[in-house]
């Protein structure tokens, strides 16, 4: 019999956007013990690494190392990030990752000028050399990503019409290079969102692209991460970013408090608390994040992993 | 000009729930002083102490001194919890405290006997004699608790209609002697709340009572306490308990992970970014939050007291 299960995918982004803001260097032993361990879960994509300029950010020193030193589980993607061709050639040279091309686009003028110091229209203009780049090796081009989609610390609330025309902006420059975007990503980079908000801009940009699927990448500065994943889930979105143990944060914020990502453990408990597969066995990822806090040093945010799941909770009744 | 505007009552707990589970001492001065900056930032109720044995809660020892010791501020509801006539009788000494009954029914028998150790039919026969004491010193009674209304480590999930039925027994238990519930708690005591249950046991308490309001008291020991929140207000309840910065835990819940409240000014900002009034200055209630870490020492969970508010990001923009 086929199943009709209703299922939620996420993409673990604990040993990335984790171990980079972590002020004290994590050996690549323990980040390779990480990423193998999630491995295990039943997670079935992990983002491993960033190759970017070892000097800019010398936590990701060791990118090749960490690829080369993890067990590939079948099944299981491992990609990583890169902000340029020379970072997408590292990760070429590999051989060990799932490459997919992503374009992106910023909801916020006054963040990506500073982030990549250009305006909106040049950063438009350079997705399609970006496509070309891709194209050339290879690479599917099937994301499309909004950078502070719900609001910017350096321009304040973003318009949810503006990230409307973003989205469609990024298909159709998608489309005049012979590629479809599949996913869209929709980036709470600065933590602005509330659940009100997503449901709106959500609903706004399903509206105008009733063919696509939505991605969720959610920050838990502020303490809404749960609540807006969960108002996602009830908008229908079903692929979500996350960190094990809500490791990580963006060291490009520019802000103090900048948390990580949703804590992947709690969020795979509310999913299946509202009967939704993930795939995942949520006690090994408990596991895991009391290894990443082990690896760290330093207690890390998520609830779940002292606070027990349900599930184990009635096993034992 | 009538304001019209849609409000949400908060219920500051953190100096009694929060207190109560910390390891080590907290002076009695650190107490007050607290409590006096919780009072000068809009809060209109706060739960100060627990007069209850000092032998088995020792950190409630100075109950009366704190009591003694804060400056009462005007339009400030400065409140307490007992467990018995004598913890009663010893809050009604202080003469400063707003005194009110409540009636508590437990909707899980397993928790309620290691708790009380009594059945539920005892427990509802015990209440006529709570209000009689109360009628006794003149108090009102006008709240009812349902106790473990979401889920129980113990028992595990509990059925919607029992919390229906309990409700309507507090509020037959009260009429029969001569009161009228206006208010009835919902505990999410050992945190089985998920938003979906949130709004499934809210709308079968409201469907069956719609004369009534309902507060919710949620835990944040699995990460949903925002969500289950937002979930609340979305069913139109405007009644909260919170604790500043997330301050506290039930040491009777037996639960290694046991979390405290939700986090007042989390709770505060959301609410805000809604649109919904609280009455409360977010950015002194965030200074406040600072404050509760450096008394008791250690990090607390509350992500706006680091995270900052938007209205002061949008304030400098």
């Not at 469609?168 to 599949?182: K, P, T, W, Y």
């Not at 939505?214 to 889930?233: F, Q, V």
């Not at 290894?291 to 002292?306: F, M, N, R």
Request: glycine share 10%; charged share 20%; net charge negative.
């Amino acid at each position: 019999m086929e199943t009709t299960a209703d299922r939620v995918f996420i993409k673990e982004e604990g040993p990335r956007e984790g171990f980079q803001i972590e002020p004290g260097p994590i050996a690549t032993v323990d980040k390779i013990r990480l990423i193998d361990a999630l491995a295990q879960t039943g997670l079935r994509h992990i983002q491993v690494t960033s190759f970017v300029h070892p000097g800019k950010v010398p936590g990701m020193a060791d990118a090749e190392a960490v690829v080369a030193g993890l067990t590939p589980r079948p099944g299981v993607h491992y990609s990583a990030l890169w902000l340029n061709q020379r970072g997408l050639q590292r990760a070429i040279a590999t051989h060990r990752l799932t490459l997919e091309g992503k374009l992106t686009l910023y909801a916020s003028a006054a963040f990506l000028r500073r982030n990549q110091n250009r305006d909106p229209a040049q950063q438009r203009d350079a997705q399609p050399e970006l496509i070309r780049m891709y194209q050339a090796h290879g690479i599917p081009v099937r994301t499309g990503f909004v950078t502070a989609a719900f609001g910017c610390n350096f321009e304040g609330d973003i318009p949810p019409a503006r990230v409307v025309e973003l989205v469609g902006d990024m298909r159709r420059i998608a489309r005049d290079q012979g590629e479809d975007l599949s996913l869209i990503g929709l980036g709470d980079t600065m933590a602005w969102a509330t659940p009100d908000r997503i449901r709106r801009v959500v609903g706004m940009v399903q509206d105008a692209n009733p063919d696509i699927a939505l991605s969720l990448h959610l920050h838990d500065t502020r303490g809404m991460g749960l609540a807006n994943a969960w108002a996602g889930l009830e908008m229908g979105v079903r692929h979500f970013d996350a960190a094990v143990a809500g490791l990580g944060g963006c060291p490009f914020a520019s802000h103090a408090g900048a948390a990580g990502n949703i804590c992947t453990e709690d969020f795979v408990f509310l999913c299946h608390e509202l009967g939704l597969e993930t795939g995942i066995d949520l006690e090994a990822l408990a596991e895991c994040a009391r290894l990443a806090e082990s690896i760290v040093g330093h207690p890390l945010p998520g609830k779940i992993k002292t606070g027990g799941s349900l599930a184990a909770l009635r096993a034992r009744l």
